[in-house]
């Protein structure tokens, strides 16, 4: 399961004085525009890569409102000038990768303006604040203790699983299923041999397919401690910290091991936040420390105080992932979008679970299960919960407006075909046949190797 090597270093990323300094070519090259192209064209192209760039530099300095205005006129820019080229020319997919690039960036700016969240974390990719990298003097470094609670409110225990899916609630990913259950009933039962157990697993595939799910059904059912993690605790603003907290994230599993005698598995989520390639030269320099040390701890994995530990990484990009993580990977094991059959079990298994709350009557006699599964090609299991929710919701409003108008409280009813119709036409799929192409190309081309 490897990927084929292309490394370059990335240009300009050296340490001076401890600061780590942003890339200076944090965007992509800019297609270099043939002079059959009107001077016009030429020009507004120059002014967006203009805006562009200086979309990068401020949010580098911390200016994102600004950042995200340049953005938005590099975008406009963009597209205009796609209209008068060739769609099928290079300089035209050129144009529209960077675009998409763009577009990204801004969501992202976006984000860090209206959640305040730590740009660093959300720009692994290059433009972080330099100051913001650098501990404050009169900050201390966090102590190994703190950082060790951090990740241990990250577990849980069987208590706190009892209201997750079980294992058997789970449909389909059969193959996952069993090959996270022998690895970890493998490390239980031979601890001796438990060295020789696939207990490095990356679980991949569309978002809502069951990937968390179904690793925190496995910890309930082979009754092993959860600790779900996700990519944002390992990634700080201060220079170093990460790699102490990968450290504390697998000292913290291996002491939760010994102190239980259980298994233990650290769920990583969207890893690929953290281990995506190092070839792109707008991986950050504090992002490619946090992977060195999480590639020199898998190195050190099947060390005796690592047994009975399984790390399962889960993203829904795997093709994005370092090379040198995935060969320490003992294997890629695909969560795929449930077929008609599966999606049938997983509506049936989640309106069997509903009936248990006192705001549910059940369905009504004129559903045809049945049918909604073929309907529902292309949806998920998070997307065909959703529609039983908003089904379900459908009934609240009704009694809601008959209150408004008549103010009369009617009783809650069954769901009925109408409110399922209702649902559908509100949620469609979001996965489109070529996402899930490039899964299954994936898949084909990681069990090749
Ligand atoms: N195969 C399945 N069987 C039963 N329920 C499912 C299945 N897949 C998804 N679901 C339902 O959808 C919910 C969301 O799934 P989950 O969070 O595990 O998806 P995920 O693959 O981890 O998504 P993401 O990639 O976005 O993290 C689950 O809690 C469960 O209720
Ligand atoms: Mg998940």
Request: aromatic share 6%; charged share 30%; proline share 4%.
């Amino acid at each position: 399961m490897t990927r084929p090597h292309n490394r370059r270093t990335a240009k300009g990323l050296s340490k001076v004085n401890g600061v780590l300094p942003t890339p200076t070519k944090p965007t992509p090259n800019f297609p270099h525009f043939e002079i059959k192209h009107s001077a016009s064209l030429r020009e507004s192209l120059v002014i967006g890569n203009q805006n562009f760039k200086e979309a990068y530099r401020l949010s580098k300095v911390g200016k994102l409102r600004e950042s995200k205005e340049a953005f938005a006129k590099a975008i406009g820019i963009f597209t205009d000038a796609l209209q008068q080229i060739d769609p099928k020319s290079q300089e035209a997919t050129r144009l529209r990768n960077i675009r998409s690039k763009a577009v990204l960036d801004m969501k992202r700016v976006e984000q860090a303006i209206g959640e305040g969240q730590l740009i660093s974390s959300l720009f692994n990719v290059g433009f972080v604040n330099p100051q913001s990298q650098l501990r404050p003097a009169g900050v201390d470094d966090e102590s190994e203790d703190k950082l060790e609670a951090q990740f241990s409110s990250s577990i849980s225990d069987n208590k706190k699983l009892v209201d997750e899916l079980s294992i058997n609630e789970i449909v389909g990913l059969d193959s996952a299923k069993s090959e996270l259950r022998t690895a970890i009933e493998f490390n239980k039962v031979f601890p001796e041999y438990a060295t020789d157990a696939k207990t490095r697993i990356v679980l991949y595939g569309p978002p809502g397919t069951g990937k968390t799910a179904l690793a925190k059904a496995v910890a309930k059912d082979m009754d092993a401690v959860f600790m779900n993690v996700s990519s944002d605790q390992l990634v700080s603003r201060y220079f170093g910290e990460s790699k102490q907290k990968v450290n504390a994230m697998f000292n913290v599993a291996k002491k939760k091991q010994k102190e239980t005698g259980k298994p233990v598995i650290i769920f990583l989520d969207e890893v690929d936040d953290i281990a995506k390639s190092r070839d792109n030269e707008n991986v950050h320099e504090a992002t490619k420390g946090i992977l060195n040390r999480l590639i020199a701890e898998l190195d050190g994995f099947n060390n005796a105080d690592s047994k009975n530990i399984t790390l399962i990484a889960s993203t829904n990009k795997p093709w994005t992932l370092d090379s040198a993580f995935l060969q320490r990977m003992d294997q890629a094991i695909y969560a795929d979008p449930p077929d008609k059959e599966d999606r049938l079990d997983i509506l049936k298994i989640h309106i069997e679970k509903m009936k248990k709350q006192n705001d549910f009557a059940g369905i009504d006699k004129d559903v045809n299960i049945r049918k909604l599964a073929s309907l529902t090609e292309g949806y998920t299991g998070r997307e065909l919960k959703k529609i039983i929710d908003k089904a379900k919701k459908n009934v609240k409003d009704e009694m809601m407006t008959i209150y408004m108008t008549t103010g009369q409280k009617s009783k809650l009813r069954p769901v009925n075909q109408i409110d399922f119709n209702n649902a559908l036409s509100e949620i469609p799929p979001t996965i489109s046949r070529r996402e899930i192409e490039r899964f299954e190309r994936f898949s084909i081309y990681s069990k090749k190797k």
